[in-house]
Every structure is written in C-alpha cells, then in structure tokens.
C-alpha cells in the first residue's frame, strides 16, 4: 500500500532563508504528487503538482518541488521564507486510477523574525 | 464563485445531538470526499462518492451516514454525537487521480 512521510511535523527557518520540507512516498510506479497549505483556521490549497511531465514542479507563492524516482522524493523548496509563508504543509500521493490520495502526517512551517 | 462550499463553518453542539454538514461543488467533479481533521492536523479520510455512488468507506462508526443526492452534493450526518467527534470536517471534491479541492472545513465542537 502507498504511504507517504514527511520528515519533520515542525519546520522552523530564519525570514529570508531557504525552506526545505521533505516528503518521501513509497511506491513501485511513478504516482501524481501533490503539495498542499492550510493556512490557520482555513481549509486546503494546491501549492503544486507533479503529473508525469516535468520534474521540476513551480507552484505558487514562489514554491517549487523535484520529483526524484530514485529517492522517491519529492521536496518542497522556496528560496526566500516570507512572514506569510507560515502555515502547515502537506504532501499527498495518488496511485494512477486511484479515487484516494494518500496524504503525509504535515509539517508546520514556522518562521522566525 | 466558492468552488467547494461547506455549512455550517462552526457547529457547537451537546453529546448526544444529530447534526448535519452540507457540501456542494460547482466545478462539475465526478468524485467528492469527506475527510475528518484532528487537532494534530491529521488528516483521515471518511467517504469518498464518484457519481453518487459510494466508493470508499472507511473505518468510522455507524453513526457517520454520508448522502449524495447529486454529483454536486455530498452531506455528512451524524447521529448520537460524542465529544471525539470534535474536530474539523472537511469536504473535498476532485476528477480522478488529479487534485482535490477542498472546503473551507466545518468546527464542530461536541460539549
């Protein structure tokens, strides 16, 4: 069965600095992948997906995420970390065919001043 | 135009009340979800309903009973609430194997 981690449930970075949350999924076929944020007391939105297509994914506010077969990873990065980039993160897997994803236990982003 | 609607947003209630949430969407979505989100922000799926028909059941007590009267509508009833039921209801729909887009999440908080 699919599972999905992501390494770390908080993440604490610097304003300004890079933020890195991981996510490792475990499956035998190259699956779509998906990051979403749930900003508090608000529901979840699409930061990006990975379809079969380019490798590098770009999403919104700036994120972006390389899917590696290899590692079977698919890491969330953003250059610079903004004030309004705290939120909760989660990374989600989905079997071609599948009606259910498959989501990771999320990461609290946590930026300092 | 909110893609996926969910009411109520907050719902306090006593041990032992019916309730129910409703949800629809306006994307033309095949599949719609119920998911259930604990204060560890976990989150666990409920339901899942392709074209009224139910699809996926998980483990949740009886007392749960989802309705899909139309592609564009899936509510949750609960019966004979109990305070673990606290938590936030989410709704979500999607086209298979693509991105789910969600509601904007119902409280409930059992008192």
């Known amino acids: 069965a699919q599972s999905v981690t992501q390494l770390g449930s908080h993440v604490s970075v610097s304003e300004g600095a890079l933020v890195l949350l991981r996510c490792n999924y475990s499956?035998?076929?190259?699956?779509?992948l998906f990051w979403y944020v749930q900003y508090p007391n608000q529901g979840l939105q699409l930061l990006l997906k990975?379809?079969?297509?380019a490798t590098l994914v770009k999403g919104i506010n700036g994120f972006e995420a390389e899917f590696k077969k290899s590692e079977t990873s698919f890491h969330l990065t953003k250059p610079s970390a903004h004030m309004s980039d705290a939120a909760e993160y989660f990374c989600?897997?989905?079997?071609?065919?599948?009606?259910?994803?498959?989501w990771g236990a999320g990461t609290k982003l946590i930026i300092k001043p | 135009d909110t893609a996926v609607s969910q009411t109520p947003k907050y719902l306090v209630t006593q041990m032992g009340n019916d309730k129910s949430i409703k949800c629809e969407q306006n994307?033309?979505?095949?599949?719609m979800y119920w998911y259930k989100q604990d204060s560890k922000k976990f989150l666990k799926i409920m339901f899942s309903?392709?074209?009224?028909?139910?699809?996926i059941n998980e483990t949740v007590p009886n007392r749960f009973s989802p309705k899909s009267p139309d592609k564009a509508h899936l509510n949750l009833h609960i019966n004979s609430l109990e305070l673990g039921d606290s938590a936030v209801y989410f709704c979500?729909?999607?086209?298979?194997?693509?991105?789910?887009?969600f509601g904007q999440g119902t409280r409930l908080t059992v008192v």
């Open positions: 979500a729909s999607s086209q298979i194997s693509t991105e789910a887009f």
């Open positions: 994307l033309g979505h095949d599949t």
């Open positions: 309903y392709n074209n009224k028909e139910l699809i």
């Open positions: 499956s035998s076929v190259p699956p779509y």
């Open positions: 990975y379809t079969s297509a």
């Open positions: 989600a897997v989905s079997d071609d065919g599948n009606y259910q994803l498959i």
